[in-house]
């Protein structure tokens, strides 16, 4: 293998973990970024212009599948309860929005 292609991925990762800091999102648990990171990835647009993801999409994306069910919904109360996700009974079961930016 190339030095150069673990070079780049090096280089990926520090611009990643600063770009993590300026969000502020380094402080969350690597499951609680995977989940947040998921629903912002699969996240659609409702009728009020919000953004708005299903459990079921969020568990269907590539970094989630490693994490077990119990654990994906500990790890998203916790977003709940930090505001990063937010449930709306209006919405629906499993159905969850997003904080506008």
Known sequence: MSAGIFAQI?????????????????????????VLLAFYANAWCDGDDRPVCTTDVVREHPTIQRISQPTFHRTLKKL????LVLQDRSLGAGLYALPKS
């Open 10 to 34: 090096a280089q990926l990762r520090d611009l990643l973990n600063t770009m993590e800091r300026d969000l502020g999102i380094d402080k969350l648990s690597p499951n609680e970024r995977d």
């Open 80 to 83: 709940v309860e930090k505001g």
